[in-house]
């Protein structure tokens, strides 16, 4: 018996309490002062944190890489010390303790412990068990603009709250699993991220061309471009007409895709607009001017709904190719020209058009299709190579974690 299950069976043998989150913690949504306003952004003092600081420093943080100042506070109060950030939106489930007192942005909602619980629930605890919370969020969410969580549900959410020397005897066996596993991993990625960085040069060397080489056309004049047609999350079903949500293109799919992840009402098809077989289906919009005019080559074998927010490209190139394109450097550089960079990122079916596009003979598009493919599953196909070690590992320790944070409910 560990010491942890000798614990239980000593200090709560008929099982732990569960309270609703809204009855453990206060409940707040972050938002993005005004961005025009240039004085909330200058020699600001307090941290706002977005996805990119979990992206780049990690879950546990007390810096953010962008502050605003005082005056951006809405009502002068900030979200306290050891709060926790869930992503309730777009990038849903990801979360992060904040150890000082800060804002956040509009895709996370704060969870600040009530006073009445501050000798009852460890916060490093709280953090750990919000793994099991952020699995909810991906499996209870709701599609418009963007996805969402679907918040009435979230607030109910049951939270264990076992004895304090039980959290705190799973706080210190988890940070020791999770430096453990961070190490492991850590070698791990550095060897994946050399070969991405290998991966990206030769896909950009296949796909620079020079004027001499082949021929170069703006994309209007090689295909045309149709727009979606809006869907609601009223419109979801779990089966129904195959649809793409241009958040999905930057979240679920790769260069190209046979199926869907998401289906809308059968009723709806004559309203809907349509992708064909061999079309490119591009993100018109995004939080990031990165994300923005990512894309994905339809390849199943009907039509597929698509958002209004997305662009089907319709032409006569090989799709895989024309995906492969749109990942290089140079569309990149080419396109974030294009980019309307307002709050939410945008690109138009007219300036899509413009952009310019190598069309090389059909057998030298199906050569470098042909070698991407395989460079591209050797990187990131996470059934094989160092992508699957990587996963295999994340899910054992996953396993590990999520056996214990199982508690049993007292009746």
Known sequence: MSRIDALIAELCPEGVEFLELKELFDMKNGYTPSTTNKSYWLAGTIPWFRMEDIRENGRILDESLQQVTEEAVKGGKLFPANSIIMATSATIGEHALITVPHLSNQR??????????SSLLDMKFAFYYCFVLGEWCRNNTTTSSFSSVEMSGFKRFRFPLPPLEIQREIVKVLDTFTELEAELEAELEAELEARRRQYKYYRDALLAFSDQDIRWAAMGEVGEFFRGRRFTKADYVDVGV??????????????????????????MASSLRFAQPGDLIIAGVGETVEDVGKAVAWLGHDEVAIHDDCFAFRHSLNPRFVSYYFQSTAFHAEKNKFVARAKVKRLSAESLAKLTIPVPSPEEQARIVAILDKLDALVNDISIGLPAEIAARRRQYAYYRDRLLTFKEAA
């Open 108 to 117: 996370f909602t704060s969870l600040a412990l009530k006073p009445a619980f």
């Open 242 to 267: 195959q649809c793409v949500h241009y958040g999905d293109i930057y979240t679920q799919y790769g260069t190209a895709t046979e199926k869907t992840v998401s289906h809308v009402r059968a009723d």
